[in-house]
């Protein structure tokens, strides 16, 4: 968003983050084997590519110093205010007043939150989890140095991060046992590095690596109709990933436990070419018995089993939520966005909130996507901002209306019923009632139309 403003020759512009450094999750995250789970060629803002990327997938230290590349391309890193904790904000009439934890404070014509959802971590409540005698470690919150070299060690959760991490551990622990809830689909992710060669030449020739990317989207676009009620498409996925899962694990017990057992893309399908190999290892053991308690010496399950390690490890995710209601944010008539959002997290878009003038959000609600890389979604919503920047430097602050909010609402609850994701499954993606509140129900391209026709009809003065 900064490096766009910066394009057009805005430079007041402040910049609040929290942490030490910029990067976001790419800079919590980094436990062994973290790495991007979308292809490098669409990893990359489409005004800054990145012509030589290491590998198809690239990795989390790979990606952060990306982010910091471009700050510093742009000239962003004195706009830059690290250790900015915003725990108020509130629209005064004309202007937003943000403050933050510390007593500093600051006054903008606009808002944009650009807080992300994958950064409050999400923790297991697990009794006496408190009592265990050893270290317990999160994805999000990795240590330099984790000591857990030849220790035995537990890891609660089979998500997007285990599938990661389990591979990298195994290689270095005594003994792992991975506790499963549900399995995941899986399908192989064909890793390969990128030569010397092939770098030289994107950086030479940038319209091979322009067409590049556009293949590479265009291979993963269509995949959105594994996302609807097309079955056939989904069940040839399924296939594949059960055909890689036959292939990887050679016993017959292990490989039902690992066999899901809902619909292929309800919940986040993930790509990995060594988990499932990884529980044919004679100390890699999968328990699929419910957690009961965790102990000082280990954790037990509900057959009273007791499976005694020296660390735990939780890769549980993250609060999408959370990163909004940790924050105080007063709109409209002194209505707090919380109080917005009692009956499900509402928006225009993802993108405005009625009833907060010159608020928009990045990554909001119903944005992200299961089938592409939000990086497109992002750099959609960040022109509908600069449109509605214009806007309001022509004829003063706007906000979004109710009506255009309200029939947006409807229309991805009637999309949404037309996907995998209203199959059953229980899944991050809903919220406590069961509503996609996470997910765009349809293609990129239908996004960006969407947000283009909506500039100007679906706002009024503030």
């Known amino acids: 968003m900064a490096a766009r403003l910066a394009q057009q020759g805005i430079t007041d512009v402040v910049i609040l983050e929290r942490a030490d450094d910029l990067g976001g999750t ?8 973290c790495a991007c789970d979308v292809p490098s060629h669409l990893y990359s803002l489409s005004f800054a590519p990145k012509p030589d990327w290491s590998r198809d997938f690239a990795t989390a230290q790979e990606i952060w110093d990306y982010l910091r590349d471009c700050a510093r391309r742009f000239g962003l890193l004195d706009r830059i205010v690290l250790g900015a904790d915003v725990v108020d904000a509130r629209w005064a009439g004309d202007h937003w007043s943000v403050a933050a934890a510390d007593g500093r404070e600051w006054t903008a014509a606009a808002l944009v939150l650009a807080v992300g959802g994958l950064h409050v971590t999400k923790r297991p409540d697990i009794p006496g989890l408190g009592s265990f005698a050893g270290p317990i470690l999160h994805t999000a919150d990795w240590p330099a140095d984790d000591g857990l070299t030849g220790a035995r060690v537990a890891i609660i959760g089979t ?17 792992l046992t991975v506790f499963q809830r549900s399995a995941s689909w899986i399908v192989p992710r064909h890793d390969r590095s990128w030569s010397p060669q092939r770098q030289r030449r994107y950086a030479r020739m940038p319209w091979t690596a322009r067409l590049a990317r556009w293949a590479t989207y265009a291979r993963l676009e269509v995949r959105v109709l594994g996302f609807g009620r097309w079955d056939r498409a989904r069940q040839v996925a399924e296939a594949r990933s059960l055909a890689h899962l036959a292939a990887a694990v050679p016993d017959p017990t292990v490989r039902e436990a690992l066999t899901p057992r809902y619909a292929l893309g309800c919940k986040r399908v993930l790509l990995s070419d060594d988990y499932w190999p990884t529980f044919a290892e004679p100390h890699v053991t999968l328990v699929t018995e419910p957690i009961q308690a965790v102990e000082p010496t280990g954790i037990r399950t509900r057959d009273g089993v007791l499976h005694q390690v020296g660390a735990i490890v939780l890769a549980t995710g993250f609060d ?16 707090t966005l919380s109080e917005a959002w009692t009956r499900g997290r509402a928006t225009h878009l993802g993108i405005a ?17 299961g089938h592409n890389s939000v990086l497109l ?10 449109d509605a920047l214009r806007r309001a430097d022509r004829s003063g602050p706007h906000v979004v209306t ?11 609850r009637r999309r949404t019923r037309q996907t995998v994701w209203a199959s059953g499954c229980d899944s991050w993606y809903l919220d406590e009632q069961g509503r996609n509140v996470t997910l ?3 293609s990129t391209v239908r996004y960006r139309l969407q947000a283009r026709r909506s500039r100007d009809r679906d706002y009024r003065r503030a």
């Not at 998500?159 to 003994?175: C, D, K, M």
């Not at 009625?354 to 944005?367: C, M």
């Not at 979604?377 to 600069?386: F, K, P, S, Y």
């Not at 109710?402 to 991805?412: D, N, P, S």
Request: glycine share 10%; charged share 15%; hydrophobic share 50%.
């Open 377 to 386: 979604q992002i750099e959609t919503a960040i022109d509908h901002v600069l």
């Open 402 to 412: 109710q009506a255009a909010q309200a029939r947006f609402g409807r229309w991805v």
């Open 353 to 369: 909130v009625a009833g907060f003038p010159e608020l928009y959000l990045l990554l909001g609600p119903n944005t992200a996507l």
């Open 26 to 33: 790419w800079r919590d995250n980094r436990y062994p084997g």
């Open 440 to 442: 765009w129900p349809a």
């Open 320 to 335: 999408p939520a959370g990163s909004y209601s940790r924050m105080t944010i007063v709109g409209l008539g002194e209505r």
């Open 159 to 175: 998500g997007a991060s285990a599938v990661q991490l389990v591979p990298a551990l195994a290689a270095r622990v005594e003994a």
